[in-house]
């Protein structure tokens, strides 16, 4: 595993991977507080905003179904490009919903809002689903369950460093559950992060989910391990336990025999001389 770590076709997607997850920084505290705010924010109820989350559950939904049937084939550089250029557009939504432009446009908040989550959760799918089939591509033979669960676990830090980072810069913009007036500084702060591992795309590999990632030399290492052990796998013959018990009774059939054998002859002798 180790060696496998330290090869670039690995290490450099893995860095990528941590880098993008860690620079979608997540301000949702904020956003959910901004929410259920009665003078700042539209004032939604827990039921609604429940209700948001729903949709954006079938927006991811729509996101996998998406990339399975259309985007699969395409190269990981641009799949991942066009969803993080998409991604950090789709964060200007709310911008535009905290700003209330959305109420110059005519639009009431609580169908801007569904829309929001539903298009963010959607692109967030996609561009989550390449990094998934990197991973699984990055799996040598033999150790693939533990590695893609140390990837996993890196993505899982990934999420957690982009936690922090945005409950920080909530907290350097003074942003708490009764103040929003830097709110729209966040969310613009978060939209130019977006676009930062757009810089780091040259880590990720050109090829297609249908090409080998590993370097030749793991995978022809693990093809000879495997050969040779199936060349010392030993060929042991079966042997029949013989049971003494079953040996006498043998024995014994085989006299029973031979004394019913006798029996005929002598009384065939016996009519011949009675003839």
């Known amino acids: 595993m180790l060696r496998t770590l330290k090869c670039p076709e690995v290490w450099r997607p893995c860095f990528y991977m941590y880098m993008s997850l860690a620079l979608s920084v997540d301000i949702q505290e904020g956003m959910f507080y901004w929410y259920t705010d009665p003078s700042a924010g539209p004032s939604f109820s ?3 905003i429940g209700f948001i989350f729903a ?80 991973s699984s591509k990055l799996c040598p033979a033999g150790i693939e369950g533990t590695f893609f669960a140390l990837l996993m676990s890196i993505d899982n830090i990934g999420v957690l460093s982009a936690s922090w980072i945005g409950g920080l810069l909530l907290h350097l913009l003074r942003i708490t559950r009764t103040e929003f007036k830097n709110l729209w500084a966040a969310i613009l ?72 054998v006798g029996q005929d002859d002598d009384e065939a002798s016996l009519l011949a001389n009675r003839g």
Not at 68 to 74: G, K, Y
């Open 55 to 134: 949709i954006g559950s079938v927006g991811s939904l729509v996101g996998v179904i998406l990339y399975q049937n259309i985007l699969r084939d395409h190269s990981f550089r641009s799949v991942l490009c066009s969803s993080q250029l998409l991604l950090s557009l789709s964060g200007m939504l709310d911008l535009i919903l905290v700003l209330r432009l959305n109420l110059k446009l005519g639009i009431p908040d609580y169908y801007f809002a569904v829309i929001d989550e539903g298009v963010a959760k959607m692109i967030n799918r996609i561009k989550w689903m390449p990094l998934l089939v990197l």
């Open 46 to 48: 827990e039921g609604f």
């Open 189 to 260: 702060i978060r939209n130019v992060m977006r676009l930062l591992p757009l810089a780091l795309l040259f880590l990720v590999p050109r090829s297609d989910p249908n090409s080998n990632i590993l370097p030749a030399d793991l995978l022809n290492e693990y093809d000879g391990a495997e050969a040779r052990r199936i060349e010392n796998v030993e060929l042991t013959s079966l042997t029949v336990d013989k049971n003494p018990s079953t040996d006498a009774s043998l024995q014994e059939c085989k006299t029973q025999e031979h004394l019913d």
